[in-house]
């Protein structure tokens, strides 16, 4: 792989129809056959593109994953990871830009790496920027090590609807104010482990019941109303400085002046409010163009990503039909509007390479301790309710996940005072659908006790799983977050009167 030459060299070296090729980046998968891999070498090598993305393979690929393809597990993913980086540099004339959505951390793609918190378990933390930021450099420096240049985060949409499917416990919190606070200290954190950032999915993806990957949602909001909400935490980050700009699939009316254009392909949302009004001078990102809300709308290969382009992207991501769409681009628009998309992405593709990561501040299994005694929510009860119980004989409920669990383990005994009751909850999904996977029966059995005994309950998961219950006529109610092995152990403590709560909800039940 050649060194990356200054924009100011290359902006004389590349054709322009290299420079177009420099604005996509289609779909690279970890675990892939040996044929699709050397399709996406030819298409490097034929098309020029200018970065990739990665995903865990085609099966876990959003717009595939809700079919229930079966997702094969791979251990040595992170490994074929860094062999695919080293082929397709080699493949390229001039060095790829290696993207990948690492929001909680690589294991969100990558087998047998580091998980961190959910955005919405660090939306619980009080008054610790530093904690966010110190996640936020974890997560670069573990992309950095890989060889990838870009995450493709912090999602910034204001967690303002329950039924959301796909957003919920990817964004941190309910509050604006608070949601930008928090993303700001997570970038800080990029910052400095070197790895590039985009904020996403503009104009806000919170408020939605529809998935985009598999519909267009429609936001119905005055823009007076979006300014204040969705729209809040965009416009204090570009101010801010961010790298890149990553616009979702979603119709907003109020700004794209249509019923049913997404954002995506919309001059009114991506060149008039981002570039213009917000003055984003930095790079703007489509979402994923396979998603079902844009890519069912084409038949003619390359219309979309050309009228993402129009629309003012500068780089098309999960482009499915490059070679076509460099062609309309070539075709279609001005030399001055490919001069200016490349200027932008070319600047980015040279700080990604530039930045080289500095020392982290904690060990991550230190951070991870610190992580979940912060964000430890008492929603309801006090300290002393929680005492007498575990100082009194009680019995023990789990719901949920069926295996045994440290919490479970560690304060089960042989207690049978049925008037006193210690529910343990581990939902087995994040996302509300079918009811973050918990069975009627289940629900029904706690409802029951939280109405007939003297009840505390600990969620190991969503918040947003206590609406199922009512929740409000417990004794207690504690929320956990995450089932990771130090939440549940910072959980018994908690139990046991030797931590206190310190975390707060980041959202509105």
Not at 39 to 61: D, M, P, Q, W
Request: glycine share 6%.
């Amino acid at each position: 792989m050649s060194k990356i030459p200054p924009y100011n060299q290359a902006k004389g070296m590349l054709t322009l129809k290299e420079k177009v090729g420099q604005f996509f980046m289609p779909a690279a998968f970890i675990n892939d056959s040996e044929d699709e891999i050397q399709k996406i070498e030819n298409l490097i090598k034929n098309c020029g593109i200018g970065s990739v993305c990665f995903f865990h393979s085609r099966a876990s690929a959003a717009t595939n994953y809700e079919g229930k393809k079966e997702v094969i597990y791979n251990a040595k993913s992170l490994d074929k990871l860094r062999e695919l980086i080293a082929r397709y540099q080699a493949a390229s004339k001039y060095p790829l830009l290696i993207a990948i959505d690492a929001e909680w951390g690589l294991a969100m793609r990558v087998e047998q790496t580091p998980q961190y918190p959910y955005a919405l378990t660090l939306g619980a933390i009080k008054d610790n920027p530093e904690l966010i930021e110190a996640v936020g450099e974890h997560i670069g420096v573990d992309c950095k090590k890989a060889g990838i240049h870009w995450n493709l985060c912090p999602s910034v949409d204001i967690n303002n609807n329950p039924d959301n499917p796909v957003i919920g416990y990817r964004s941190f919190g309910d509050e604006p104010e608070e949601v930008y606070q928090r993303a700001k200290a997570f970038i800080n954190g990029m910052n400095k482990s070197g790895v590039l950032n985009s904020i996403k999915h503009f104009p806000g993806h919170g408020d939605t019941s529809v998935d985009s990957h598999l519909g267009l949602p429609r936001i119905d909001k005055s823009k007076e109303d979006l300014l204040k909400n969705e729209l809040f935490p965009f416009k204090q980050l570009i101010q801010y400085k961010v790298d890149s700009v990553m616009v979702g699939h979603l119709a907003v009316p109020a700004i794209s002046h249509s019923q049913t254009k997404s954002s995506t392909i919309s001059i009114p949302i991506v060149t008039d409010l981002i570039r213009k009004e917000f003055k984003h001078s930095g790079v703007i990102i489509t979402d994923a163009l396979n998603m079902h809300s844009v890519s069912k709308l084409y038949d003619t290969y390359g219309q979309l990503e050309w009228e993402a382009f129009e629309a003012g992207n500068d780089v098309l991501c999960f482009a499915e039909h490059t070679s076509e769409g460099i062609d309309l681009i070539l075709k279609n628009a001005t030399k001055k509007e490919i001069e200016n998309s490349f200027e932008r992405v070319w600047s980015l593709k040279e700080k990604g390479f530039k930045n080289s990561a500095k020392n982290i501040a904690y060990d991550y299994q230190d951070l991870m301790n610190i992580l979940a005694a912060k964000t430890l929510t008492m929603v309801k009860g006090k300290p002393e309710d929680i005492e007498k119980l575990h100082q009194s004989e009680f019995q023990f409920i789990q719901v949920g996940k069926k295996e045994r669990t440290i919490f479970g383990e560690s304060i089960k005994r042989d207690q049978k005072n049925k008037k006193n009751t210690i529910v343990a909850i581990f939902p087995p999904e994040m996302k509300p659908t079918n009811h973050f996977g918990l069975f009627g029966d289940d629900i029904k059995k706690v409802n029951d006790l939280i109405a007939s005994t003297n009840c505390i309950v600990y969620l190991f998961g969503n918040p947003y799983t206590l609406r199922l219950f009512n929740w409000e006529k417990a004794t207690a109610i504690v929320v956990v977050y995450q089932d990771f092995d130090m939440f549940q152990e910072n959980a018994v403590a908690h139990f046991y009167g030797r931590i206190r709560a310190e975390g707060h909800l980041p959202v509105t039940l």
